[in-house]
């Protein structure tokens, strides 16, 4: 039987893979450290202005998202022609690299990185080169630039990295740049920006000033928790904004999106010391894994990386028994996302039993 046809591209593209909800568990509570979620419930002031807009759901959004864009240009001194907003900055990527790439194009990026990325490449038909994660899980700057070819249209650059923490500074990201040609597109994925305390890192958004060719990813989704809404942008070049807006789909951000977005930028400082307490939390995690004699790269983000290599599913399990759903990657580590104080405090055990065991 003749079958309708599907681009051959699409064979080649891995299944993107959810973090899992935890199971229920008789007698203990059960906490998702899966997916790098913000384990505190929308504030107040997002609830009430998701409500209002509710009442006017049988309206399209507003398409050019004008006041959310004004927002945005407002709290990152930039133009309103610089921006890009899409359901989820992975949303954004897509846009950007249907935008620019085709087969037979290269599009670079570090491995392990985000595994949204092989995907949103391979969708587009270009090819991707994963140039391994050096020294401490950090991005190999270096080796990226040297795997820079004619082909190349775009370089993913995931700061920090997930899964594995670390960012890169903004010298290293300077540096970076400018042995790119100009041609070729720099993204600058800061999905967990907010979370970042290492002073020799930058913003994203410095980097694209004055250049034609640096993109910065932003989302709503972590520091700001509304992952349940999907809304990110990118702050990019008037060029490459325009062209991410012209392949987005038409009122894509909904209203309410829209709405919960712009009060969550009015609440900045209540949304801000959360971010704090987590990256406290994040702290005395990482601290309680080195005590217990783990060996984990610097986390710059709200999760730990755990290199179990073999032993990366049955620690999942491990967790999953205790209470706790973890993100693995079968055959390289485990992805903990920084959660409650009381989710944390089970990591914590379960690590230094995990330990003592496998002395
Ligand atoms: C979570 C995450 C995003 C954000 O995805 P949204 O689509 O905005 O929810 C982007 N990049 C990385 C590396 C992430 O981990």
Same mark, same amino acid.
């Given at each position: 039987m003749r079958q309708p046809p599907i681009r051959p591209?699409?064979? #080649?593209i891995p299944t993107y893979k959810p973090g899992k909800p935890p199971a229920p568990r008789a007698g203990i509570a059960t906490y998702k450290l899966?997916?790098?979620?913000?384990?505190y419930p929308p504030l107040p002031s997002v609830l009430l202005a998701v409500e209002d807009t509710?009442?006017?759901?049988?309206r399209y959004p507003d398409m050019g998202a004008s006041v959310l864009y004004e927002a945005i240009a407002d709290r990152f001194g930039?133009?309103?022609?610089d921006l890009a907003a899409a359901t989820g900055s992975v949303a954004v990527l897509y846009h950007l690299l249907q935008a620019t790439c085709a087969d037979g194009d290269e599009v670079l990026y570090a491995w392990?990185?985000?595994?949204a990325y092989p995907i949103a490449v391979g969708a587009t038909g270009a090819s991707g080169v994963q140039v391994p994660l050096g020294?401490?899980?950090?991005?190999?700057l270096d080796a990226m630039a040297e795997a820079? #070819?004619?082909?190349?249209r775009v370089v993913l650059v995931c700061t920090p990295n997930n899964p594995t923490g670390p960012a890169v500074t903004e010298k290293e990201l300077r540096r970076f740049v400018g042995r790119l040609p100009d041609d070729v597109i720099v993204v600058v994925?800061?999905?967990?920006?907010?979370?970042?305390?290492?002073?020799d890192v930058g913003d994203g958004t410095d980097v694209y000033r004055g250049r034609g060719n640096v993109v910065v990813l932003r989302t709503f989704s972590k520091a700001y928790g509304l992952a349940g809404l999907r809304v990110g942008f990118a702050i990019a070049p008037t060029r490459l904004a325009e062209a991410i807006r012209k392949v987005s789909l038409p009122f894509g951000v909904s209203s309410i999106a829209q709405a919960a977005a712009i009060a969550s930028l009015q609440a900045e400082d209540e949304l801000f010391e959360r971010v704090e307490a987590l990256v406290g939390e994040r702290t005395r995690v990482l601290d309680g894994l080195r005590e217990s004699g783990w060996d984990v790269p610097d986390s710059q983000a709200n999760f730990v990386w755990l290199a179990?290599?073999?032993d990366t599913v049955d620690f999942a399990v491990t967790c999953d028994e205790a209470g706790i759903m973890v993100r693995p990657f079968p055959g390289d580590g485990a992805r903990v996302s920084i959660g409650e104080t009381e989710a944390n405090d089970v990591l914590l055990r379960v690590a230094a039993q995990w330990r003592a065991d496998h002395a």
């Open positions: 591209a699409l064979g #080649t899966s997916s790098n979620e913000n384990p509710a009442a006017q759901l049988n930039v133009p309103t022609s392990r990185s985000f595994e020294e401490g899980a950090r991005h190999d820079v #070819t004619e082909r190349t994925d800061e999905a967990y920006r907010e979370f970042v305390r290492d002073p179990l290599g073999d």
